[in-house]
Structure formats: structure tokens, C-alpha cells
């Protein structure tokens, strides 16, 4: 079991030697998947594929696919680590739903092993596996329409495929330099430059693999992991592999806390607790933080403020009002 310090915010694991199973009276996180037929226009289809891309690897295989398939592949995968901060929760949960409505059965890879060979809670799979159900609940009860998703533990999965699976990641890695794989660091929230250990250079062939496993029509994850994407489509170009999947790519929303005097922005980190509102954060604490939040008058420049408001108030609501009194101009 796993439960939040009143004291420090932090993630407190209850002392469990035993393998976390699934027990009596827990419900299966795909008992709702029951894929629903698309009915919307080609147009409507592809503006909301469009509405969830900051980048699309490439427009033209994008039309293409919505063309030819009604209901596609897509695959997203996510190493359960920490707290769930309010972009991994709520623009999440806005995407998927863009997506399955687009027509996507959307496979969402909980990446049991990969937290482990990242290094995360301590490569504890115990803790890892309680923090995969924790992600779930928190996208279940946050509106996620899961009637199009169907989440696979990766490392069941891999174990099931075993045979067509590891010959994939190693084709993969036979076919690229270390330095190429090296590139892709900033996946697993490392540098280039970082000391990595063997298991973070496995890493991106497994997570390259993922991809062609899952046979993914369209990878849809954040700007920060384009590179292992990218090293998918160049894949497909050295092996003659086809079709090769469409990268949909979404905006990294910016941490409350930026540096005024950085031509950087700061991304959303679970280690400062100001810099990001957590899922489970109560009214009050979010309140605060809003309040501290970098959001300096008349400047739009890597204003979190601003961000907050265009990929998640506007993500769900058409209108957002500021109150303001009649002599500072009245609501807006």
C-alpha cells in the first residue's frame, strides 16, 4: 500500500515483502475496455489529433493513417515513479480522450521494468508495481474515458513475448551507435553527459521495440521523448520496415517556478513541490501555490500561469473569467 506524508508530501510505502498481486476486491483496470467505433468526420478527426501535437512526425502519414483506418493503434508508455504531478494527470487524461475519440485504442504501457532499469524508487519492482495501480486510479477517477484503453504491464508482457520481443531489442541495437542510443538519455530524465549504468543503455532499444511490439500506428507522448521516436522512424528507414508509425508529440508544461534571468525554461519536476500542483494536492495547497507562481505582469515568456490556462483550464472549459474590480477594468 502506498499513502502521501501529511508532513513532507512524499509517497510513504507500507513494509510489503510480499510480490504485489492483484487481491480480492480490486477491479481490473480494463474491465471497462470496450472499444466505441468512431463516428466523427475526417476533419473533426484530424483537428483533434492536431489539438494534442505540439509536433507530428509528419502531417502527411498522419492524414494517411486517419484515411485509411477508422480506429488506430496508439501507444503511450509511462515509468511509475513518484507523485503524479497535473500534466501527467489531467493533460493526459485531456489527450487520451482527444485521441480515443479520433478513433484510437490507446495501449498505455506501464513501464514496470523500464522504472526499474531507470533506477526509480530505488529499482524497488515492489514499490514500482503499487505506483503503476496509483497512476491508474489517479487517470480513472480524473475522467479518463477508458472505454478505448487498455493498460499493459510491461513486464508481463514482455515475459508472454518473450521470443519476438528481445530478438526486436537486439536487432535494434545492433543497428545503432552507442552514441545514438546515448542521445535518447533525455527519455529516462538524464543528460547526454550523465554516467549511465548498462541498464539505461538497454533502455531506449527496449523502449524503441516497445513500439513495433505493441504494433503502434501512433506513438503519442511528450516533446521529451521525440529522440527514441525519432530513432524508431529511422529504424523503419535502415530496415525497410513499414508502415512506420506516426509521432504525435505533446507540450511539456512549464514548472510554477522559472528563472527570470534564463533563456531556459524550467519543465515540471516532481523534486521541488512548488515548482508543480500535485494530483493529490489539497485545495489549500494549491491555492499557495498559484499564488508564488512566476507570473509576472504583461510578460507571456515562459509564463506558467499562461500555460496552466491554454493546455488545462482550456483543455476542458471554453470560458475561463478573471473577477476583477469595476476600477482595475471590470471581469474578463
Known sequence: MVSISPVHGGLVFADEKEEVKQHPGETDPNVGFNPVP?????????????????????????????????????????????????????????????????????????????????????????????????????WKACGMDLRNVKFLWASEEINRSAAAYWPQVLDIATKNTLARITKCCQIMGRKEHDTLSASQIIYPCMQCADIFHLKADMCQLGMDQRKVNALAIEYCN?????????????????????????????????SNPDAAIFMEDEEKDVNAKIKKAYCPPKVKKFNPILEYLKYLIFGVYDEFVVTRKPENGGDV
Request: positive net charge; proline residues 4%.
Open 238 to 270: 535502415a530496415t525497410g520496415k513499414t508502415p512506420k508509425p506516426v509521432i504525435v508529440s505533446h507540450h511539456m508544461v512549464l514548472g510554477l517556478q522559472q528563472d527570470p534571468n534564463s533563456d531556459e525554461p524550467t519543465k515540471m519536476s516532481k
Open 38 to 138: 468512431c463516428t466523427l468526420s475526417f476533419d473533426e478527426r484530424l483537428a483533434l489529433v492536431n489539438a494534442v501535437g505540439e509536433e507530428i512526425l509528419t502531417e502527411d502519414s498522419l492524414r494517411e493513417l486517419l484515411k485509411s483506418k477508422i480506429q488506430f493503434i496508439c501507444y503511450d508508455g509511462f515509468e511509475p515513479s513518484g507523485r503524479m504531478h497535473i500534466a501527467q494527470g489531467m493533460l493526459r487524461k485531456i489527450n487520451v480522450n482527444r485521441i480515443t475519440r479520433a478513433g484510437g485504442i490507446f495501449l498505455i504501457w506501464v513501464a514496470d521494468w523500464f522504472a526499474m532499469l531507470n533506477h526509480k524508487m530505488g529499482g524497488d519492482l515492489n514499490k514500482i508495481r503499487v505506483l503503476g495501480k496509483y497512476f491508474i486510479e489517479v
